[in-house]
């Protein structure tokens, strides 16, 4: 588990950098350079639309682990727009909470023990 939460912290702190650096020099507005690539049918829109499919999973995973509830999908939909940037973090959230239990950290307590 020490490995997977070091491997967290430096997909997060290299991700946040990498963002900041692409966002101050071409600018905030991913959205329609994301989708103008997917409606071209090239290889980038391709790799797009798999990295959009892998969003979708993370957040229904998300809010399934929090069985759905209002936390829970709200917490989806940030997994789904945040990504990683999102993802990383609660999961060394999880993983601190689960304290090792590879079944905790998977299925949420309530799942996992109950």
């Not at 939460?5 to 959205?31: D, E, K, Q």
């Not at 999102?86 to 060394?92: C, E, K, M, R």
Request: positive net charge; aromatic residues 18%.
């Amino acid at each position: 588990m020490k490995v997977f939460r070091i491997y967290l912290v430096v997909a997060f702190v290299c991700l946040t950098g990498y963002t900041l650096f692409v966002g101050s020099n071409h600018g905030w507005n991913l959205l329609p350079v994301f989708f103008s690539n997917i409606a071209e049918m090239t290889w980038s829109g391709q790799f797009n639309l798999d990295f959009m499919t892998f969003l979708g999973l993370s957040g229904i995973w998300v809010a399934w682990r929090h069985q759905f509830t209002g936390r829970g999908i709200a917490l989806g939909v940030v997994a789904f727009f945040g990504g990683m940037m999102f993802l990383a973090p609660y999961l060394f959230w999880a993983s601190a909470q689960a304290k090792g239990d590879a079944k905790i950290l998977l299925l949420g307590k309530e799942r996992a023990i109950g």
